[in-house]
């Protein structure tokens, strides 16, 4: 099974200040199709996980422009430029390269400091 | 719109069964696969099972294989999940997801809560 690890686990953040969390797999995500299936969730508290990106760094429809992805491999970061009020929550990694399983971040839970 | 909604949840006793339900609408439910996944309390995102748009094919979590059966009627728009000799750690918030080629987890439902317990 790919096991993904993210960092940190409890990010504190200033409001308007930038955050970045890190998700590494255990092996390469590159699928025998040439894509990369890493998409990043958020879930607020007491709702269900809402996609945020898909496929590295295509962001969702409605995602506000301050949530970024990137990366490559083994090795992929979720950006938030300023971070809002809104944007508490916890953020997990999850990859949909090597199924099954398919398998998801321990999670990052944000905060504002 | 589209919408997932997840039924069945409730109190299950150890080695008990129940069937969740996920009634899907706003979109060809029979051009999607599915999953589900499930979330114990205060814990993190754990994939369950997955199942071909057609019914053909499914998968399991190691965790849940041989006890949970996924299916679908494509019929009435409506994903369940077959829980059988229920344990403790089977404990969770359940969630259907839609799975859009690969694009995984556009959609999620509300989620239901599963508790078993004696």
């Known amino acids: 099974d790919v096991v993904m690890t993210q960092s940190p686990l409890s990010l504190p953040v200033t409001l308007g200040q930038p955050a970045s969390i890190s998700c590494r797999s255990s092996?390469?995500?590159?699928?025998?199709?040439?894509?990369?299936?890493l998409h990043w969730f958020q879930q607020r508290p007491g709702q269900s996980p809402r996609r945020l990106i898909y496929?590295?760094?295509n962001r969702d429809s409605g995602v506000p422009d301050r949530f970024s992805g990137s990366g490559s491999g083994t090795d992929f970061t979720l950006k938030i430029s300023r971070v809002e009020a809104e944007d508490v929550g916890v953020y997990y990694c999850?990859?949909?390269?090597?199924?099954?399983?398919?398998?998801f971040g321990q999670g990052t839970k944000l905060e504002i400091k | 719109e589209v919408q997932l909604v997840e039924s069945g949840g409730g109190l299950a006793q150890p080695g008990g069964s129940l069937r969740l339900s996920c009634a899907a609408s706003?979109?060809?439910?029979?051009?999607?696969?599915m999953h589900w996944v499930r979330q114990a309390p205060g814990k993190g995102l754990v994939w369950v099972s997955l199942?071909?748009?057609?019914?053909?094919?499914?998968d399991y979590a190691d965790s849940v294989k041989g006890r949970f059966t996924i299916s679908r009627d494509n019929a009435k728009n409506t994903l369940y999940l077959q829980m059988n000799s229920l344990r403790a750690e089977d404990t969770a918030v359940y969630y259907c997801?839609?799975?859009?080629?690969?694009?995984?987890?556009?959609?999620w439902g509300q989620g239901t809560l599963v508790t078993v317990s004696s």
């Open positions: 997801a839609r799975d859009a080629g690969g694009e995984w987890g556009d959609y």
């Open positions: 999850m990859q949909g390269s090597h199924w099954p399983p398919y398998t």
């Open positions: 706003g979109f060809t439910f029979s051009g999607y696969w």
């Open positions: 092996q390469s995500l590159v699928s025998s199709d040439g894509n990369t299936y």
């Open positions: 496929k590295v760094s």
């Open positions: 199942i071909y748009h057609d019914g053909s094919a499914t």
